[in-house]
Nanobody, 124 residues
Framework: QVQLVESGGGLVQAGGSLRLSCAAS????????VGWFRQAPGKEREFVAA????????YYADSVEGRFTISRDNVKSTVYLQMNSLKPEDTAVYYC?????????????????WGQGTQVTVSS
């Protein structure tokens, strides 16, 4: 069973940057897509970005397009989310998850293994 562990969250001022990491266990990391989601207090979990198994395809939510970059290192079994030009509305708990299919999806139901989350707080 795949286990995912997020790290890299923290407190940053608006306009700043953070890089989140999602480390996966198991030998099948290079065979599945990975997505990042976030959930702010009182709000539903929302899609942020996803990357294909090879890293050749990426998909972003409109709200982060041009500011966030998702990447992966299959040797290290890690997916990254580089977040630049952060805004207070980016404040949330960020989760990574393993896609249970072959494509890139923004639907949380298409993901079956989730990490515990890492808190990102952006101050104004």
């Amino acid at each position: 069973q795949v286990q995912l562990v997020e790290s890299g969250g923290g407190l940053v001022q608006a306009g700043g940057s953070l890089r989140l990491s999602c480390a996966a266990s198991g030998r099948t990391f290079s065979t599945y897509s990975v997505g990042w989601f976030r959930q702010a207090p009182g709000k539903e979990r929302e899609f942020v970005a996803a990357i294909s198994w090879s890293g050749g395809r990426t998909y972003y939510a409109d709200s982060v397009e041009g500011r966030f970059t998702i990447s992966r290192d299959n040797v290290k079994s890690t997916v990254y989310l580089q977040m630049n030009s952060l805004k207070p509305e980016d404040t949330a708990v960020y989760y990574c998850a393993k896609d249970n299919g072959l494509g890139l999806s923004s639907e949380s139901a298409k993901y079956d293994s989730w990490g515990q989350g890492t808190q990102v707080t952006v101050s104004s």
